[in-house]
């Protein structure tokens, strides 16, 4: 069943998924190509488990592919619109970036 794109529930489910800072060092990562998972944590200075561990959540969520090449699996951004959103969020920091920097009702919690 396709999901409302108006739902706001998913959207900010989907924005909480790029802002987990590991899945964003992930995601910025496969950016520069395939990738397994011990060169993802070797990049990124994640642990393999908790590589793994967000590679998978990604996986889940469609914001990443896996395929098996030999003994090893590759991971890829599943979407170039994914690619789309980490540029568009660079733009956007372009303009407002230091407002988001100096705001701090965002890292309350429940905020």
């Not at 900010?12 to 998924?17: A, E, S």
């Not at 619109?81 to 919690?109: H, K, S």
Request: with cysteine; net charge positive.
């Amino acid at each position: 069943m396709p999901v409302a794109l108006d739902d706001r529930a998913l959207k900010g489910k989907l924005f909480r998924g790029f802002a987990e800072p590991s899945r964003l060092a992930i995601l910025e990562t496969l950016r520069e190509g395939p990738a397994c998972v011990s060169e993802i944590a070797a990049r990124t200075g994640l642990s393999q488990p908790n590589a793994s561990m967000h590679l998978a959540c990604l996986e889940d969520c469609g914001l990443v592919r896996r395929r098996r090449r030999g003994q090893f699996v590759e991971y890829t951004i599943a979407d170039r619109l994914v690619l789309d959103v980490l540029r568009g969020a660079e733009r956007l920091l372009e303009r407002v970036g230091d407002q988001i920097f100096r705001c701090t009702r965002v890292d309350r919690r429940g905020a």
